[in-house]
C-alpha cells in the first residue's frame, strides 16, 4: 500500500503497508447488529491511485460458520456495493476470486466504506456454548493511474526533447551554438566589407 493511500476505520484502525484489513468477530449474540465505517483518503502530493478491495477465505473456529450466519452490507459513496454473507460471496458478486474496484483517487480524494453486519436471530443461547469466531482479511491494493501515469511519461518525454539531460549533449548543444555564433558573424563581416567596398567605388 504506498504512503499516499490512508485507509482507517472508526476504531482508529488503520490499514498497514501490507493492505491487508482484519474483520475478527466472535462471542457475537443473535440478532446484534453493527456498523463499521472505513474512510478511503488520497494524501499523495501528486500520483492519482486506483484502489480496489478483495475479500479472502474466512478462518473459522467453533460450531458456528459466522461467515454464513452473519449478513453484511458494503456501501459505498452512497452506493450498495454487496449484500450477502460475511463471507463475501453473494449471489451476484463474489469478493473472494473479483476485486470491486473503487476507481480512481486523485490527490485530496477521500471517500468512505460503510460495513453493516446483522447475525441471524434464529440461533439461541445453546449455539454459543462453545465459543466461535471468525476472523476475515479485506486485503486493499493501490496502483499507479495509467492515465495519470502516461500523463507524466509525456511531459518527461517533452522535457527531454526540449532541454538536455546531460553533460555530453549540453556540451553539443554548445558547440552547435558556437557554431551558429560564427556563421552569424562570418556573414555579418562579409556584408559589411562589401557594404564598404561597394562605398568606395561610389
Not at 484489513?21 to 483518503?41: H, N, Q, R
Not at 461467515?67 to 473472494?96: C, E, F, R, W
Not at 476507481?103 to 480524494?109: I, L, S, V
Not at 562570418?186 to 566589407?193: G, N, Q, R, S, T
Request: glycine share 6%; no cysteine; proline share 3%.
Amino acid at each position: 500500500m504506498p504512503s499516499g493511500i490512508v485507509i482507517g476505520d472508526d476504531k482508529g484502525i488503520h490499514v498497514q503497508s501490507d493492505g491487508e484489513y482484519l474483520v475478527e468477530i466472535k462471542d457475537v449474540l443473535p440478532g446484534k447488529k453493527w456498523t463499521i465505517d472505513i474512510d478511503l483518503m488520497s494524501v499523495d502530493k501528486g500520483e492519482a491511485y486506483d484502489l480496489s478491495m478483495q475479500i479472502f477465505k474466512p478462518t473459522l473456529s467453533g460450531p458456528i460458520d459466522f461467515s454464513k450466519a452473519i449478513h453484511m452490507v458494503l456501501n459505498y459513496a452512497g452506493k450498495k456495493i454487496y449484500d450477502g454473507p460475511a463471507s463475501g460471496i453473494s449471489d451476484t458478486i463474489n469478493l473472494q476470486e473479483v476485486e470491486y474496484s473503487f476507481g480512481t483517487f486523485h490527490p485530496g480524494d477521500s471517500k468512505r466504506l460503510r460495513a453493516i453486519f446483522e447475525m441471524d436471530h434464529t440461533y439461541t443461547k445453546n449455539d454459543f456454548q462453545v465459543k466461535s469466531m471468525m476472523e476475515n482479511v479485506w486485503k486493499f491494493r493501490a496502483t499507479k493511474n495509467q492515465e495519470s501515469k502516461r500523463t507524466e511519461d509525456n511531459k518527461q518525454t517533452k522535457r527531454k526533447l526540449f532541454f538536455p539531460q546531460t553533460g555530453e549533449e549540453w556540451r553539443n548543444v554548445l558547440i552547435y551554438i558556437s557554431l551558429g555564433l560564427f556563421i552569424v558573424l562570418m556573414a555579418v563581416l562579409i556584408f559589411k566589407k562589401k557594404y564598404e567596398d561597394q562605398k568606395k567605388r561610389s
